[in-house]
Nanobody, 121 residues
Framework: QVQLVESGGGSEQAGGSLRLSCAFSGFTDNKYCMAWFRHAPGKLREGIAA???????AYADSVKGRFIISKANAKNILYLQMNSLKPEDDATYYC???????????????WGQGTQVTVSS
């Protein structure tokens, strides 16, 4: 079955960087788009970065210019490089996979368990 496992979360000071990884397996073909979402307490889950099977990317305005999504197909790993971290980036981060290239939750059918990112000012 499809599995998505995130890693790389932790604590960092504002202005610092972190890189999240998502190891994926079990897909029957390579026609899946993948994305990163985040969920902060008291807020709705937010799609922040997506990548399609051709490498096209999309970003939420809140992270554009600071975060970079990429995928190493040979290793079956999705990455999120997070730079210039801000306290408002503090959240649980999830990777997701689906058939539609989007930053909306409805587009994704497979989800990881999440990894916590804490940013201190």
């Amino acid at each position: 079955q499809v599995q998505l496992v995130e890693s790389g979360g932790g604590s960092e000071q504002a202005g610092g960087s972190l890189r999240l990884s998502c190891a994926f397996s079990g897909f029957t073909d390579n026609k899946y788009c993948m994305a990163w979402f985040r969920h902060a307490p008291g807020k709705l889950r937010e799609g922040i970065a997506a990548i399609d099977m051709d490498g096209n990317t999309a970003y939420a305005d809140s992270v554009k210019g600071r975060f970079i999504i990429s995928k190493a197909n040979a290793k079956n790993i999705l990455y999120l490089q997070m730079n210039s971290l801000k306290p408002e980036d503090d959240a649980t981060y999830y990777c997701a996979a689906g058939r539609v290239f989007s930053l909306e939750e409805w587009a994704y059918e497979y989800w990881g368990q999440g990894t916590q990112v804490t940013v201190s000012s």
